[in-house]
């Protein structure tokens, strides 16, 4: 892809809305949807239920005039506005309008009504009870509805009109106030999603300005400041943990690169001054050319020792193998045998329980391995057979394995210390190795939720091993 020129401007990434917006902007949105739903749902029913009624109204008035006409042979005159009884077709919001034979106004309504060419024609029937309505008659500035009822025998017809504009200004004005309680519920729907994004947020942001400033300075001492049980909390609180594993496995790292380096400058130091000899070999009596050589093959099997316990110890960080269904006591038969093959020293192997468990089956071998060589190095020429004892849980769960020897077994003071790194014991000291077997030996235990123990056996020794959790192991191991 051809390079960009460099007068083009860079192009920036869209600018994202934070998250206290977006929960502010879609809490707003979904209190506005439902909000304008139940507004327009509640002001359909009710203007339907009003026009209902009013036009059920209307037409028990119309039914009723109807009906009385029929039974009674009646007049116009019994229906002036002076007649008595006129009340019964004249009900609230009524206005009646009565037309002679000739479909001329009788008595005006108040206010007066409009007579159409079918309103004349009623008017002249000869059948009581004939009807014609008209819907949407405008008289002023209002809106009636009419129906004309003829009397029959050709004696006139009574209009009876119903108002229905001052209903429809009472729904527009319902409307109104629908409009504007929705406005306002909003409005106070994104003001108080605002307030709750916020608040919800705040320690979200809490959170990121940390992971910020630890992605920026590379401090994982920072301190996380974690607050409540939700979900928030213990995302800081995984996060503080996590922050603390790995300022944990920086130091560890460092430490051994410093220990490594310690531990690595003695035998380079004598190989390079068995090497400076080297150049003067023919100079030295054969005796002495059998002692350099043999010198420096064993400070050269030292040094590899030395690196291949390093890798060993670094790779058991971040061993990627990964967890299975393991017979510590089929391990422990293995370790044994190829052990027995190496020193020619009798080693036995006691199993109790059940002891299968979860665990990296390379990993427990190495642990086991070290264990087993440890006690064979201490316990040169010894005739008691070393014991290798795989015991089923104390408790749910958890294994124990360990193993025994009748060497010359290991001090108090030293018993506290013997699973550091590159530590060694005084009388040790003169001893191969490096010092990393038994640290190995701790970092495969803590690996699979277990611990290293260490401690003086009855009638001398050492008892020295580790335990498992298979339930630690299934997470973590």
């Known amino acids: ?57 209307f037409d028990e008035v119309v039914q009723d005039l109807r009906n009385e006409v029929r039974r009674n042979r009646m ?20 206005d009646v309008q009565v037309l002679g034979p000739d479909g001329r106004i009788a008595d005006p309504g108040s206010p007066g ?15 009581a009870g004939l009807l014609t309505q008209h ?6 500035d209002d809106v009636y509805r009419v129906a004309t009822v ?30 504007v309680l929705m406005a306002a519920v909003v409005t106070g729907a994104g ?54 594993r790995l300022a944990q496995s920086e130091e560890d790292q460092r430490r051994l690169v410093q220990d490594a380096g310690h531990e690595l400058r003695t035998p380079l130091t004598s190989l390079r001054t068995n090497i400076s000899l080297l150049r003067r070999i023919d100079e030295l009596p054969p005796g002495t050319r059998e002692e350099l050589v043999a010198d420096l093959a064993q400070e050269a099997l030292e040094l590899t020792d030395l690196v291949n316990e390093l890798v060993d110890l670094a790779a058991g960080q971040s061993d990627s193998e990964a ?23 009798r080693i036995t192997v006691r199993a109790s329980g059940e002891t299968v468990t979860t665990g990296r089956p390379g990993m427990l071998t190495r642990a086991l391995s070290n264990l087993v060589e440890n006690a064979v190095k201490f316990d040169r020429g010894g005739r008691a057979p070393i014991e290798i004892v795989v015991a089923g849980p104390a408790r749910p769960g958890t294994l124990r394995v360990e193993v025994l020897d009748r060497g010359p077994g290991i001090c108090d003071d030293d018993l ?62």
């Open 191 to 244: 003001l108080f999603g605002w307030w709750l994004a916020r608040r919800i947020t705040r320690r979200l942001v809490v959170l990121t300005s940390a992971a910020e400033d630890v992605a920026r300075t590379r401090r994982l001492g920072v301190q996380v400041p974690v607050t409540g049980y939700d979900e928030v909390g213990r995302l800081g609180r995984a996060f503080d943990r996590m922050l603390g």
């Open 75 to 94: 007049t116009p005159g019994d229906f002036l506005s002076s007649a008595p009884g006129h009340d019964l077709v004249r009900p609230a919001r009524t």
């Open 416 to 477: 506290q210390r013997v699973f550091d790194r590159f530590y060694r014991a005084a009388d040790a000291r003169s001893l191969p190795g490096s010092g990393l077997g038994l640290s190995i030996v701790q970092e495969v235990a803590l690996a699979h939720g277990g611990a290293p123990f260490a401690h003086r056996r009855d009638g001398g020794g050492t008892v020295i091993g580790f335990t498992v959790s298979g339930c630690a192991a299934d997470g973590g191991a």
């Open 113 to 127: 009504l409009p007579v159409t060419g079918a309103d004349r024609r009623v008017a002249g029937a000869a059948v």
């Open 150 to 179: 003829a009397l029959g025998d050709r004696q006139g017809a009574v209009q009876v009109a119903q108002e229905f504009s001052d209903t429809e200004d009472l729904l527009r004005a319902l409307q109104r106030r629908t409009l």
């Open 323 to 345: 967890p299975q269904r393991v017979d510590l006591a089929g391990l422990a038969e293995d370790v044994a045998a190829l052990a027995r093959r190496r020193s020619g020293r």
């Open 1 to 57: 892809m051809p390079a960009r020129p460099r007068w083009l401007p860079a192009l920036r990434r869209p600018h994202l809305l934070s998250l206290r917006t977006t929960f502010a902007v879609s809490f707003a949105t979904v209190t506005a949807a439902v909000t304008v739903l139940v507004g327009i749902l509640s002001y359909s029913a009710a203007a339907r239920l009003v026009r209902v009624d009013q036009q059920t109204v």
């Open 135 to 140: 819907k949407d008659v405008d008289v002023g």
